[in-house]
């Protein structure tokens, strides 16, 4: 998810990993790699929020990662009860993800 705003060309508000609000991995064979190889990288190049939708693990398991501090995240939690979710870096706003099952 990168800020861009309403209308305006997406050559204006490039992708870059600072740039992203939020990245969004869903995992349905690949969760291990996904935590072991692809979030390091993630986090090495800055991107300051990911969610891990571990499709494997049942009814989805949600992991957070943020608090990026020397090239890794300090602040990890999971669940595997989703509800409302407030969106990193866009003030007031949530999506339910109890809505995923």
Excluded: N
């Excluded at 991107?47 to 499709?55: E, K, N, P, Q, S």
Aim: proline fraction near 7%; include cysteine; glycine fraction near 10%.
């Amino acid at each position: 998810m990168v800020p861009c705003r309403a209308g305006a060309d997406r050559r204006c508000c490039p992708a870059t990993p600072q740039a992203e609000l939020l990245l969004i991995e869903v995992a349905d064979s690949s969760a291990r790699y996904d935590r072991e190889v692809k979030l390091p990288l993630y986090a090495r190049h800055g991107v300051a929020h990911v969610w891990l939708v571990d499709l494997e693990a049942g009814r989805g398991r949600l992991r957070f990662y943020s608090r990026l501090e020397g090239g890794e995240y300090s602040d990890i939690s999971s669940t595997e009860h989703p509800g409302v979710t407030p969106l990193p870096g866009l003030k007031g706003m949530a999506i339910d993800l109890g809505l995923l099952g």
